[in-house]
């Protein structure tokens, strides 16, 4: 049973910068597609970023630039750094794990980021 706690959230005032964490737990295997997924109220929960095993990467505009997303395999553990916060990144962001040719999706229980002054 594969079980995504994020960590790292929290306020930080436009421009600064915040290093969000999701931990895995259960069996990941080097097929999983792990992602970050945000969603602004009263908004849908949208991609931000996505990483396989092998390190592809997949941004969105919105994320280019300003955010990084990385994985370490030994530690079953994501990261998303993001740098020159918008007021529009404020969100709750989740951690999400897709496992190709499976019907096989979790989430995390998300971590909010407030970006305010």
């Known amino acids: 049973q594969v079980q995504l706690v994020e960590s790292g959230g929290g306020l930080v005032q436009p421009g600064g910068s915040l290093k969000l964490s999701c931990v895995a737990s259960?069996?990941?295997?080097?097929?999983?597609?792990l992602g970050w997924y945000r969603q602004a109220p009263g908004k849908q929960r949208a991609l931000v970023a996505s990483?396989?095993?092998?390190?592809?990467?997949n941004y969105t505009d919105s994320a280019k630039g300003r955010f990084t997303i990385s994985r370490d395999n030994a530690k079953k553990t994501m990261y998303l750094q993001m740098n020159n916060l918008e007021p529009t990144d404020t969100a709750v962001y989740y951690c999400n794990l897709k496992r190709p040719y499976t019907l096989l999706t979790k989430w995390g229980q998300g971590t909010q980021v407030t970006v305010s002054s």
């Open positions: 259960g069996t990941i295997l080097s097929i999983d597609i």
């Open positions: 990483i396989t095993t092998d390190g592809r990467t």
